[in-house]
């Protein structure tokens, strides 16, 4: 007989953006005539860049003819592609990486959630509260949590990061293991009969989703020392750093001392290219990155990811490698961060017209991500239904990305620059802040 | 600490592709002159249909202006696409299922190697012996097995349906569930400790990769049967079904009665429209397939396999489903057909070129794979190494998939027709058989 993996059974019935879909479309529907607007899901909406067309073009050409024809390619990606990527997204920042430490993909969301696989499955992880749902989600499916505990919104058995204005949104190591875990960055006590004593695996998401703030380098290297001292392993999801434009941000953790000895890395162009229809990412695997036996034998993570992916992925479309390694070129390179400073503007404009009209504002700045406080301590699905009902737009409540949430929405910088206008304009003219 | 998955220890180092890799290097170095044929991995050659190409140029287009750009598509897949699938591969043969049935992926591999992880962790499993590699390494990577035993080249806890000369090469269901089990369908006594009645889960590649041959509508009906009397799923791979030539072959599990109820089938457009290198597939779990909790709650598994879709998987290119939509307009059609027909031509001149110089062949009759007895018993490494020094033809030993593919070689017919001819005659010229 065929038994489910019950683990699945422990995901809380109601997704997120399945919640506002609903609710987008039920107003909708009792307001045919009402303008919505939305900056709820971070998906652009700019065109892809010419210079990524031009090259999907000749790729499409080239897989017509028979002389130029392209089967299998490697798992791992083209050369052609990481090579690009070593160059610019690396050497240019002074990091040095073989081209059998990077791995494309086809999307971020795959890689961070299919990277739990190639750990032992007693371990233990950290999140940040709040955060992007993947990391949970994929290690709740994997068997890797406890029971969901409604009351409190969290999983048992992982180890939460609050993110609150107090700490800046920042995701703070454990300063002593057993205590900190304990009381300080648990939502609740951890079973005595569990002695974690730390974690063994961190997603960071830096800029983070969903607040928008920005861990500097010496905050990243509080993480790399902790992970050194207790052979943790970062996984750094670095989807966002395209937008960042304050110097001490790094954009990738490898420019911190000491992080290819503890971090995997992730890209995406989803949003620095705006890939979201198209599909293509990719993984940073040092050969110095080491996890352990059971009996305490050390094994380079590459050698692992690379298996994962041989086994169980056929490599990212030859004509969307393409695409990518356009990314890079001259006309791409312009054309793309054009779009990037788009998308920042409205960041800008979301940013500090929300900020005249008295609101509190985080993100924003090295991120297309705005983290709005909501008004007289008001929830944040309140505050969601309030603006659908009356400014007619469409955010994304705090709470829906964990309970540290509570009390904040996320507005996107995605739109286009007019409806932003007219978006922060209509919240603005609620006046809902006296 | 952090630990890895030592699942992923169980795997033998060397892998098949990569072993024939190195010898075929090796050989081409120390023979700079030698014209080496290679009908070794089943990667097409033929370039991709002008309807796909011209297809995918609009797609392209549209992807770079904003009034027709996508973004984040359904994880799912398209609706036009998935329309097209069951219109056109399966209401064709009288088979009806909804659309939120059929789940676009990036290619048969991903969707086969991940489909284990909506069953419970204890479940046990069925593969062919000899077969193709990733559903057992997926399921070993995910600790569903036990150690490799090298002298028997097996898993442990796995059972191996054996696919012989005398079986016709297809996988049989137990016929009693516990003595087949322990005597007939399994390379070595299951352990008294583990009450294994039956598996609940079944693979089944039809036609068959490696061994070419094709179970009939009346071999499926008894997997059915099993199915449905033992509470298993069977796992339907159908990546070959368009180079079916005989009436009583079935192109679709579903054809046969009873499918719906506990078969999940995987296709794709590899092989039917040469997409190795354009990566698209789809899923179809009709929401009839029910496996069960640990209190003998029926759950459907669609919503199992749709949830794990949603996070683990941000959906196919938008450009590549536009692609897959393409081969099934009329111009699409005919020419992907007459691509099989062209590699059908070539599996034939194989089968009927080898027959004609003395060896027995199996499969090349609804399959672009011919499955060729050695000369004299002669292991499958020793004829490769042979074809390959003597005929420099490149092909691949059927003990690389498993135990039983022992004295057997892989050929495919996906090379060129010149080439195919070419390497007919070299391995008839050997006069290997008296």
């Not at 130029?68 to 090579?83: S, V």
């Not at 009902?389 to 929405?409: D, R, Y």
Request: aromatic share 12%; net charge negative.
């Amino acid at each position: 007989m065929a038994h489910i993996n019950e683990n699945y059974l422990k995901l809380p019935g109601n997704y997120l953006f399945a919640t506002i879909a609903k609710k987008v479309a039920d107003f909708s529907q009792k307001n045919p005539n009402a303008n919505i607007i939305r900056l709820g899901i971070g998906d652009v909406t700019r065109p892809l860049a010419p210079a990524v067309i031009e090259a999907m073009h000749k790729a499409v050409d080239e897989m017509g003819k028979a002389e130029t024809f392209r089967g299998y390619g490697p798992e791992q990606g083209y050369e052609f592609l990481i090579n690009k990527i070593i160059e610019w997204d690396y050497e240019t920042r002074g990091i040095h990486l073989d081209t059998d430490e990077v791995f494309i993909g086809d999307g971020a969301k795959t890689d961070v959630a299919c990277i739990q696989e190639i750990f032992d499955k007693n371990m233990t992880f950290a999140v940040a509260d709040p955060v992007y749902p993947v990391y949970l989600d994929s290690n709740v499916m994997a068997g890797h949590t406890g029971e969901f505990i409604d009351l409190k919104g969290v999983y048992k058995d992982v180890v939460y990061l609050p993110c609150t204005e107090e700490n800046g949104f920042k995701a703070e190591p454990p300063k002593d293991r057993i205590e900190s875990m304990e009381l300080k960055n648990c939502c609740f006590p951890v079973p005595a009969n569990k002695k974690k004593e730390h974690v063994d695996l961190v997603y960071l998401c830096n800029p983070s989703n969903p607040t928008g703030t920005a861990m500097s380098k010496e905050e990243l290297a509080a993480w790399i020392s902790y992970a050194k001292e207790t052979n943790a392993i970062l996984l750094y999801d670095s989807a966002y750093e395209s937008y960042i434009t304050e110097p001490n941000i790094p954009h990738s953790i490898y420019e911190v001392e000491g992080a290819k000895d503890v971090a995997i890395e992730f890209r995406s162009y989803s949003k620095s290219a705006g890939f979201t229809g198209t599909r293509c990412s990719y993984v940073v695997v040092p050969k110095t990155v080491l996890a352990y036996t059971a009996k305490n034998n050390a094994i380079s993570l590459n050698q692992f990811w690379n298996r994962r992916q041989c086994t169980c992925f056929n490599g990212t479309p030859y004509i969307i490698q393409r695409a990518a390694e356009a990314v890079y070129s001259e006309k791409g390179r312009n054309q793309c961060k054009a779009d990037v400073d788009y998308y920042m503007e409205n960041a800008h404009i979301i940013r500090d017209g929300l900020q005249a009209a008295g609101y509190t504002v985080y993100g924003a700045t090295n991120s297309p991500y705005a983290w709005v406080k909501t008004p007289a301590n008001m929830k944040s699905w309140d505050f969601f239904d309030l603006l659908l009902e009356k400014a007619h737009v469409v955010t994304t409540p705090g709470s829906g990305f964990g309970p540290h949430g509570e009390g904040f929405l996320r507005l996107t910088a995605f739109g286009t620059r007019e409806n932003t206008i007219e978006a922060v304009h209509r919240i603005a003219d609620l006046k809902l802040i006296k």
